[in-house]
C-alpha cells in the first residue's frame, strides 16, 4: 500500500468542525483512500473511505483532491466522543492483504 | 449483536507456554485479519485469510499461525510465547477487496512474564 502522510495532533474544540489532512502523494490510480480511527482502549474503527468522489456518511464526509495526491476527513461538529487516534489509509485495487496503518493524527477535542 | 468478538480479552502467561485467541464474526464476511498492536501503539498486519489463500507478513514469526474451522472464526494459535509477544491482538474480517471497509474486535491484551 501507498504511503500516507499525517499530521503528529490536532487540537481543536468541541460542536465545531474538524478538518484532518492526509497527504498521499504516491497515490496509484485504483488505490482507495479509508479512514479508520481508533478510541482509547477499543480496537480501531471503520470511519470512510472513497476513490475519487467526496463522500458522506453518518460519522464524517470525506474531502478528495481533484488530483487525488490529498484528501481530508471531515468531522462537522466535534464531540468529545470524537477524541481518538486518526488514520488514513491507502488500499490498491487488489486489496487481498490487510491495512497498513501510521502513527495516525492523534485528534485532542477541548471542552 | 456483536459483530466480532474475541475471547479472551486478557491473557496472561509464561514464556514458553503456547496459547490460542479465539475470533469470531456474525457478518457473513469471507476474509479475516490478525494484527498486533505493540506498546508503542503500532498497529500492523500479521495475517490476512480468506477460503482460498493465507497472505502472511514476512515478519512474523512462524511461532505464530492462524487456523480457520470455518468462515466465520480465524483462531491465532502462538508456540513458545517471549516476552515480545506481549501485545493487543486485534482481529478484523470484510468482504475482502479495497472497496470495503474493515470490521475490528475488542482486543485482547497478551502479556507473557
Known amino acids: 500500500d501507498a504511503k500516507t502522510t499525517q499530521p503528529n495532533s490536532m487540537e481543536s474544540n468541541e460542536e465545531e468542525p474538524v478538518h484532518l489532512p492526509c497527504n498521499h502523494s504516491t497515490i496509484s490510480g485504483t488505490d482507495y483512500i479509508h479512514w479508520y480511527r481508533q478510541l482509547p482502549s477499543q480496537g480501531p474503527e471503520y470511519v470512510i473511505h472513497?476513490?475519487?468522489s467526496n463522500v458522506n456518511n453518518r460519522m464524517a464526509s470525506l474531502a478528495i483532491a481533484e488530483d487525488r495526491k490529498s484528501s481530508t476527513l471531515i468531522l462537522h461538529r466535534a464531540t468529545l466522543r470524537d477524541a481518538a487516534v486518526y488514520y488514513c489509509?491507502?488500499?490498491?485495487?487488489?486489496?487481498?492483504?490487510?491495512?497498513?496503518f501510521g502513527k495516525g493524527t492523534h485528534l485532542i477535542i477541548q471542552p | 449483536d456483536t459483530a466480532v468478538s474475541q475471547t479472551p480479552k486478557y491473557l496472561v502467561t509464561q514464556m514458553g507456554n503456547d496459547k490460542s485467541i479465539k475470533c469470531e464474526q456474525n457478518?457473513?464476511?469471507?476474509?479475516m485479519y490478525w494484527y498486533k498492536q505493540d506498546s508503542k501503539k503500532f498497529l500492523k498486519i500479521m495475517f490476512s485469510y480468506n477460503n482460498k489463500e493465507l497472505i502472511i507478513n514476512e515478519t512474523v514469526p512462524n511461532r505464530f499461525s492462524p487456523k480457520s474451522p470455518d468462515k466465520a472464526h480465524l483462531n491465532l494459535h502462538i508456540n513458545s510465547l517471549e516476552l515480545g509477544d506481549s501485545a493487543v491482538y486485534f482481529c478484523?474480517?470484510?468482504?475482502?477487496?479495497?472497496?470495503?471497509?474493515?470490521?475490528f474486535g475488542p482486543g485482547t491484551r497478551l502479556t507473557v512474564t
Open positions: 489509509i491507502l488500499r490498491d485495487g487488489g486489496g487481498a492483504d490487510g491495512l497498513t
Open positions: 478484523a474480517s470484510s468482504h475482502g477487496g479495497a472497496s470495503y471497509e474493515q470490521y
Open positions: 457478518l457473513g464476511h469471507d476474509t
Open positions: 472513497g476513490l475519487t
